[in-house]
């Protein structure tokens, strides 16, 4: 009766079995809908885009109020998502995923914009607060603990007296495109090198700005 069992299990059930040092959830976030899309305020959801551009990885699976995708990196099962609950409720979607498929603290990177970071600069955080990011703020509520990895992308100062939260809701400039590129992709080199080496290693290497290197 257990071999039937087992053998009828739903993936989703295996994929939460696996051992918690293998898992890693990383978490793009953004606002769902056409009118949002490639504002600087979805650069979460930009970089997880180019992660599975790169990697060839399905984003077609709803769940727990995401739109994920599931893939294997160097022996590390990997989730990718992107929450659909709006930038404010971010949280739901985050702790939800974390406990189905029990990834440890340390193994959760969630990625959003940061105006206090000049355009293409990236910062990844062992942890700390919200800084006013809103969902980053109801992950932190989520998960009852502010000690998560964080991958912060520098969108810039908004020019003159203009508000940020304005500002964030603008989508990039044309000038920006190619250089946007480029910075999405070190960021998915710098979330893999947080997956295999480590998150101290990734710090050490993607920190710093192109012009500090």
């Known amino acids: 009766m257990a071999y039937f069992k087992n053998l009828f299990r739903s993936q989703k059930e295996k994929e939460a079995e696996l051992l918690p040092g293998h898992i890693y959830l990383v978490v793009g976030l953004g606002n769902p809908g056409r009118e949002y899309k490639d504002t600087r305020h979805n650069i979460g959801f930009l970089t997880i885009e180019q992660y599975a551009l790169k990697h060839d990885v399905r984003m077609s699976r709803v769940q727990n109020q995401a739109i994920i995708g599931v893939w294997n990196n160097a022996g590390r099962r990997v989730i990718l998502a992107k929450p659909q609950t709006y930038m404010n409720l971010s949280g739901q979607a985050v702790a939800a995923l974390a406990r189905f ?61 203009m508000d940020a939260a304005s500002y ?41 700005t192109l012009s500090e290197k």
């Open 101 to 161: 498929y029990k990834v440890p603290i340390p193994q959760i990177l969630v990625i959003h914009d940061d105006v206090d970071l000049p355009f293409d600069t990236i910062r990844l955080r062992p942890g700390g607060g919200s800084a006013g990011q809103k969902g980053v703020k109801s992950i932190i509520d989520r998960l009852g603990t502010q000690d998560f990895p964080r991958l912060r992308m520098g969108v810039g100062r908004p020019p003159g007296r």
């Open 168 to 208: 964030v809701l603008q989508t990039f400039e044309e000038s920006e495109k190619q250089p946007l590129k480029v910075f999405l992709d070190r960021a998915v080199d710098a979330i893999d090198c947080f997956m295999v080496e480590g998150l101290d290693a990734a710090m050490n290497r993607y920190n710093p």
